[in-house]
Structures are given as structure tokens and as C-alpha cells.
């Protein structure tokens, strides 16, 4: 199959639907030897760009260019097709629907882009409602859902946290003190993100800083060496906090057992990789999975074979 041609900015992120693909066909076959499938959009040319499963095993993604967003039904798709897809139009005529969540009632939200709006869709109707963010031009990017329902999201070029409240549609906005915030993931009352930077530009942050949800304090951590800089972020069920170093070559967490602040273990990558991008974590295995931004790689860390400072543990698959 022709592979389409991204902008370097998004092509790392196509890459997450097979992702999908990998992990939907380990959960229901866990004997099963990990493979790639490829799933045709039914819109040409629409750049998927970030997934997230819901309650019932769909695959949802965005469709940056043709402005919707897709559902895919593992149980009627096949690969090559576009057959189990769905799509969906994003109402913001240049919204550019980027990063993608399932809240825990299974509503469905993502970032637009360019929109500068939050978006919700119901996947019972299919309705779509959109949140407007105060700040113009504030590019948002990840978000998580807390225990209380409420979606909270990095502003990019806004350089802000913020938080929106479903019920009143009523957003809060919490300006970070420096970098441009790319992700983030929620551990006990704190919202942790990544400062990264913008690396098309050589804009380059080393932090991570958290954010008390209560409180609004803020506080940052430093992550050596300085040209590192910190990406993806994401946490395990304990509760552990899992980032990527997108110019350090590593996958590292934060290590609480002696207080704060925490230390930070690294799992050194090696030449095997050019640039770990965004990544996930696998509970029930104990795998993490990342996205190579340049190398047209996956990779996967399996926590019981890591070892500190190594390379132990790794497995890169090629696109």
C-alpha cells in the first residue's frame, strides 16, 4: 500500500493508528506475535493524527486535514479498507482536530488545532459540541479527565493549563512559568506536563513542571542534560510517571520513594532510535510504547527486563 506523505510536524503521529492495531490484536490474542495493519481513511489525504480507545474496544483518531473525526469498529474493520469506519465533521470549519481522549462516560474529546476550541462528541448521537478557549491562538494539545469529570488540556502557544468543566461548558486557565507545553497526565491533585519546546524553530526547554490542581501552585523539575527535552508524558496504574527525552534518546520516570523532588531513572535507547516522540503504557504487560518522531520506528520498553542507563529491555519495530 502507498503510504501518504505527511508534514514533518504530524507524520510522526499516523503512526499511533497501527499502534492501535498492535495493541487491540495483543489484548484479545495475548499469544498472539505482534504484527502491523494498516486502515484506509475513508477521506483521502486526511492525516490521522492521535488515537484513543473507548469502553467497547472502538478506535477513535483525528483527521487533521479533512476536519473529522473517525471511528473505527475493530469487528467490521478490514485492513486495507475503510470498511468499520465512520466519520465525523468537526463543525469549526479550520478546526484541525489534533489530540484525541475518551472520557470515562465514554464522550469523546479532542483539540482543535487552529479551532482553538476543545471539542465533545457524543458517540450516541454523534453530536458535537465545541468549547471555545479563552485565549486566542493558544494551540491546545493533550488532555486528561480527573476524578471529578473535568478535562484538562496544555495550551501550546498560550504557554497555560487549562481546564474545562463539561457541565458549564466554563474554562479555567493556569499560565505555566516558561516552555511550551505539549502534555501532560494527572497524579494525585497535580497536573504534570512537559515544557518541550518548539524544535522545528531550535526553541528548546528541559522541565517538567506540575501543576496543583487545588491550589493553582506551580512547581518544576529539571531534567538533565539540558538539550533532553522532555515530550511525551503519561502514567501506569500505580501511578507512575512515564516521559519521553526526545533529543536525550531515552524513556525515563519520575521516582518518588525518596520524596520530593522526585529522581528521574533513565532507559537509555542508544542509536536504535532518533527522536522518542509520545508514548503509552501497557498495565497488563508491563510494556511502554513510544513513537519515533524521524525513524519511522515503534518501540517498546518491557519494564521486567529495563535496566537503568541501558538499553536493556528495548524492542524497535520498523514501519
Same mark, same amino acid.
Given at each position: 500500500m502507498?503510504?501518504?506523505v505527511?508534514?514533518?510536524?504530524?507524520?510522526?503521529?499516523?503512526?499511533k #493508528?497501527?499502534i492501535? /492495531?498492535?495493541?487491540? %490484536?495483543?489484548?484479545?490474542?495475548?499469544? &498472539?506475535?505482534?504484527s502491523?495493519e494498516?486502515?484506509?481513511?475513508?477521506?483521502?489525504?486526511?492525516?490521522?493524527a492521535?488515537?484513543?480507545?473507548?469502553?467497547?474496544?472502538?478506535?477513535?483518531?483525528?483527521?487533521?486535514?479533512?476536519?473529522?473525526?473517525?471511528?473505527?469498529?475493530p469487528s467490521?474493520?478490514e485492513p486495507?479498507?475503510?470498511? !468499520?469506519?465512520t466519520e465525523?465533521?468537526?463543525?469549526?470549519?479550520?478546526?484541525?482536530p489534533?489530540?484525541?481522549?475518551? %472520557?470515562?462516560?465514554?464522550?469523546?474529546?479532542f483539540?482543535?488545532?487552529?479551532?482553538n476550541?476543545i471539542?465533545? #462528541?457524543?458517540?450516541t448521537?454523534g453530536?458535537?459540541?465545541e468549547f /471555545?478557549?479563552?485565549?486566542?491562538?493558544?494551540?491546545?494539545?493533550?488532555?486528561?479527565?480527573?476524578?471529578?469529570?473535568?478535562?484538562?488540556?496544555?495550551?501550546?502557544?498560550?504557554?497555560?493549563? !487549562?481546564?474545562?468543566?463539561?457541565?458549564?461548558?466554563?474554562?479555567?486557565e493556569?499560565r505555566?512559568?516558561?516552555?511550551?507545553?505539549?502534555?501532560?497526565? #494527572?497524579?494525585?491533585?497535580?497536573?504534570?506536563?512537559?515544557?518541550? !519546546?518548539?524544535?522545528?524553530?531550535?526553541?528548546?526547554y528541559?522541565?517538567?513542571?506540575?501543576?496543583?490542581?487545588?491550589?493553582?501552585?506551580?512547581?518544576?523539575?529539571?531534567i538533565?542534560?539540558?538539550?533532553?527535552?522532555p515530550? !511525551?508524558?503519561?502514567?501506569?496504574?500505580?501511578?507512575?510517571?512515564?516521559?519521553? #527525552?526526545?533529543?536525550?534518546?531515552?524513556?525515563?520516570?519520575l521516582?518518588?520513594?525518596?520524596?520530593?523532588?522526585?529522581?528521574?531513572?533513565n532507559?537509555?535507547?542508544?542509536? &536504535?532510535?532518533?527522536?522518542?516522540h509520545?508514548?503509552?503504557?501497557?498495565?497488563?504487560?508491563?510494556?511502554?510504547?513510544?513513537?519515533?518522531?524521524?525513524?519511522s520506528?515503534i518501540? &517498546?520498553?518491557?519494564?521486567?527486563?529495563?535496566?537503568?542507563?541501558?538499553?536493556?529491555?528495548?524492542?524497535?519495530?520498523k514501519?
Open positions: 502507498k503510504r501518504k505527511l508534514s514533518k510536524r504530524y507524520e510522526n503521529l499516523f503512526f #493508528l497501527m492501535a /492495531a498492535i495493541l487491540w %490484536a495483543l489484548l484479545s490474542a495475548p499469544a &498472539r506475535a505482534a502491523f494498516e486502515f484506509v481513511t475513508p477521506t483521502p489525504d486526511s492525516s490521522p492521535d488515537i484513543a480507545i473507548d469502553s467497547k474496544g472502538n478506535i477513535w483518531f483525528t483527521e487533521i486535514n479533512a476536519n473529522k473525526i473517525g471511528k473505527l469498529v467490521e474493520a486495507g479498507t475503510s470498511k !468499520g469506519i465525523y465533521d468537526v463543525p469549526e470549519a479550520k478546526g484541525k489534533y489530540f484525541i481522549m475518551v %472520557a470515562s462516560n465514554d464522550k469523546v474529546y483539540s482543535e488545532l487552529a479551532g476550541k471539542g465533545q #462528541l457524543d458517540p448521537t453530536k458535537i459540541k /471555545a478557549i479563552p485565549t486566542p491562538k493558544s494551540e491546545p494539545h493533550n488532555m486528561r479527565e480527573d476524578e471529578h469529570g473535568n478535562i484538562w488540556f496544555v495550551e501550546f502557544e498560550g504557554q497555560k493549563i !487549562g481546564k474545562l468543566d463539561p457541565a458549564t461548558g466554563a474554562i479555567k493556569y505555566i512559568k516558561e516552555g511550551y507545553p505539549h502534555d501532560l497526565t #494527572l497524579v494525585d491533585g497535580k497536573v504534570w506536563y512537559t515544557m518541550g !519546546g518548539k524544535f522545528w524553530a531550535q526553541i528548546i528541559y522541565k517538567i513542571g506540575a501543576l496543583d490542581m487545588q491550589t493553582g501552585e506551580l512547581t518544576e523539575l529539571e538533565q542534560p539540558k538539550k533532553s527535552t515530550h !511525551g508524558i503519561t502514567k501506569g496504574a500505580d501511578g507512575t510517571i512515564w516521559f519521553s #527525552l526526545h533529543f536525550g534518546k531515552k524513556i525515563s520516570r521516582d518518588f520513594s525518596k520524596g520530593h523532588p522526585p529522581a528521574v531513572v532507559y537509555d535507547i542508544g542509536n &536504535r532510535v532518533q527522536t522518542p509520545d508514548l503509552v503504557v501497557d498495565d497488563k504487560r508491563g510494556w511502554i510504547w513510544f513513537t519515533d518522531d524521524h525513524g520506528l518501540g &517498546r520498553l518491557d519494564i521486567s527486563k529495563a535496566k537503568p542507563d541501558t538499553a536493556e529491555g528495548f524492542d524497535i519495530f514501519i
